[in-house]
């Protein structure tokens, strides 16, 4: 696939042997990047685990200081009280029965789903649907809970989920080119702290190795890796 003019300007700019200081790294991609949209930032790390032991699976939330840039939609799958409880905290749709038959329908105009316990035997007819997207509610992810309008608050404020892939690799966005560098660098920092307190304990030898943030078309920067202990 041929590379853009200006991905291979900013490629030139970047020691792809070096590991930059995170400021260095965000202050490379912030003044590179040149696209008719705000792009997306993205930090990717590859851990020293090995994912096919669930014990060694990675994965948690966290909170951004100054959130993703992205308007997140949330769908809630609750009742009653909890109904009125999730519309007032901000949620974008919120029901039950007609929510599924839609989503069987094919209807995906969401970015979240979080769910009351009693409706996961609902949510589960749609887990084929929403599981190989990551958008399925557990427990684990924080996303199954009755206190709904704290949880919707925290997605819409910033929070994300992360789980390491196959590969031993983490992605998680953090920020938008538009954010300053500063925001951009607590948001990263803020992450990666995230993910070095969710190594397993079986965990042995190097658990970070490598960490790099790149921009949605753009070539990576390596960080170094100083920033993660």
């Known amino acids: 696939m041929k590379k853009s003019k200006n991905y291979r300007s900013l490629a030139e700019k970047i020691d792809r042997s070096k590991e930059y200081p995170i400021s260095e790294a965000v202050t490379i991609l912030k003044g590179g990047i040149k696209t008719k949209f705000d792009s997306s930032?993205?930090?990717?790390?590859?851990?020293?685990?090995?994912?096919?032991?669930?014990?060694?699976?990675?994965?948690?939330?966290?909170?951004?200081?100054?959130?993703?840039?992205?308007?997140?939609?949330?769908?809630?799958?609750?009742?009653?009280?909890?109904e009125k409880a999730a519309t007032?905290?901000?949620?974008?749709?919120?029901?039950?029965?007609?929510?599924?038959?839609?989503?069987?329908?094919?209807?995906?105009?969401?970015?979240?789903?979080?769910?009351?316990?009693?409706?996961?035997?609902?949510?589960?007819?749609?887990?084929?649907?929403?599981?190989?997207?990551?958008?399925?509610?557990?427990?684990?992810?924080?996303?199954?809970?009755?206190?709904?309008?704290?949880?919707?608050?925290?997605?819409?404020?910033?929070?994300?989920?992360?789980?390491?892939?196959?590969?031993?690799?983490?992605?998680?966005?953090?920020g938008k080119v538009s954010f300053t560098a500063e925001q951009l660098v607590e948001n990263a920092t803020t992450l990666i702290d995230a993910v070095v307190k969710a190594k397993p304990p079986t965990s042995k030898g190097v658990y970070v190795r490598s960490i790099t943030i790149a921009g949605t078309m753009s070539p990576g920067v390596r960080v170094d890796k100083a920033v993660a202990r």
């Open 41 to 82: 930032l993205e930090v990717h790390m590859n851990l020293g685990v090995d994912p096919k032991y669930s014990e060694q699976v990675v994965r948690g939330n966290v909170v951004l200081p100054h959130g993703t840039g992205k308007k997140v939609r949330v769908l809630a799958f609750c009742k009653g009280e909890l």
């Open 88 to 174: 007032a905290a901000g949620a974008d749709y919120v029901g039950a029965e007609e929510l599924v038959t839609k989503i069987q329908g094919g209807w995906m105009d969401f970015d979240q789903v979080i769910a009351t316990p009693d409706m996961m035997p609902l949510v589960g007819r749609i887990a084929r649907v929403l599981g190989p997207r990551g958008l399925m509610p557990s427990p684990k992810a924080g996303t199954v809970t009755m206190n709904v309008a704290q949880v919707i608050k925290e997605l819409k404020a910033g929070k994300i989920a992360f789980r390491v892939d196959k590969g031993g690799n983490v992605h998680a966005p953090v």
